[in-house]
């Protein structure tokens, strides 16, 4: 589906065919509910985000200007409810200080990974990911799986696009480092069985 498509849908949404925001439904529901799961780390509960996120996207669907892309306006939604989510369950958001952390490890960690088979990366990632803060599981979903730029992440999270580029820095960072402590155990068991 095309922004021009997404336009359509929404046009028609507005004239009060309901089949046309069950097409936009369809074709977000999959990224907003990963997107709440990163931040409230729940399945029950990031079904509940997403269901209250599509509803207030119906409910604020004239008030869409058109001046960003679809995508940009629902995932900011999602990202706000998601927030709201967590702050209300007082679980509150990582805002630990950053280890030292050297860009050697880093690229230690990339060559690492590039020795794994892809499946088995991927599911290294996901699970690595689930330890990360809603925050930085969040900005990781955005840059690396949705291929958003940063000045639309920015726009999502009400930031500047320098303040995404450093804090995705850092969310990258701390993502290496999980992967780090997870594989290298696995790697030290993998050379005593040769």
Same mark, same amino acid.
């Given at each position: 589906?095309? &922004? /021009?498509?997404? /336009?359509?849908?929404?046009?028609?949404? !507005?004239?009060?065919?309901?089949?046309?925001?069950?097409?936009?439904?369809?074709?977000?529901?999959?990224?907003? *509910?990963? &997107?709440?799961?990163?931040?409230?780390?729940?399945?029950?509960?990031?079904?509940?985000?997403?269901?209250?996120? +599509?509803?207030?996207? *119906? /409910?604020? &669907?004239?008030?869409?200007?058109?001046?960003?892309?679809?995508?940009?306006?629902? *995932?900011?939604?999602? *990202?706000?409810?998601? &927030?709201?989510?967590?702050?209300? /369950?007082?679980?509150? !958001?990582?805002?630990?200080?950053?280890?030292? +952390?050297?860009?050697?490890?880093?690229?230690?960690?990339?060559?690492?990974?590039?020795?794994?088979?892809?499946?088995?990366?991927?599911?290294?990632?996901?699970? $690595?990911?689930?330890? !990360?803060?809603?925050?930085?599981? +969040? !900005?990781?979903?955005?840059?690396?799986?949705?291929?958003?730029?940063?000045?639309?992440?920015?726009?999502?999270?009400?930031?500047? $696009?320098?303040?995404?580029?450093?804090?995705? +820095?850092?969310?990258?960072?701390?993502?290496?480092e999980i992967l780090k402590n997870r594989l290298e155990p696995e790697t030290i068991r993998g050379?005593?069985?040769?």
């Amino acid at each position: 589906m095309s &922004l /021009q498509e997404d /336009q359509h849908y929404i046009e028609r949404t !507005l004239a009060g065919d309901t089949h046309a925001f069950a097409s936009l439904v369809d074709r977000y529901k999959h990224m907003v *509910y990963t &997107l709440a799961l990163r931040m409230v780390k729940n399945r029950e509960e990031a079904e509940e985000v997403a269901q209250d996120v +599509f509803f207030k996207v *119906y /409910q604020g &669907l004239d008030r869409f200007k058109g001046d960003a892309k679809f995508s940009t306006w629902l *995932y900011k939604i999602a *990202y706000n409810r998601s &927030l709201d989510y967590v702050k209300k /369950q007082s679980r509150g !958001l990582d805002t630990s200080p950053i280890d030292a +952390f050297t860009e050697r490890y880093v690229r230690s960690m990339e060559n690492t990974l590039e020795g794994l088979e892809r499946e088995e990366r991927s599911k290294t990632i996901k699970e $690595a990911m689930q330890e !990360l803060s809603p925050d930085d599981s +969040f !900005l990781i979903t955005l840059h690396y799986y949705e291929e958003l730029s940063l000045s639309e992440i920015a726009a999502i999270m009400d930031e500047n $696009a320098n303040t995404v580029k450093v804090r995705l +820095f850092r969310s990258r960072k701390r993502l290496a480092e999980i992967l780090k402590n997870r594989l290298e155990p696995e790697t030290i068991r993998g050379y005593g069985r040769k």
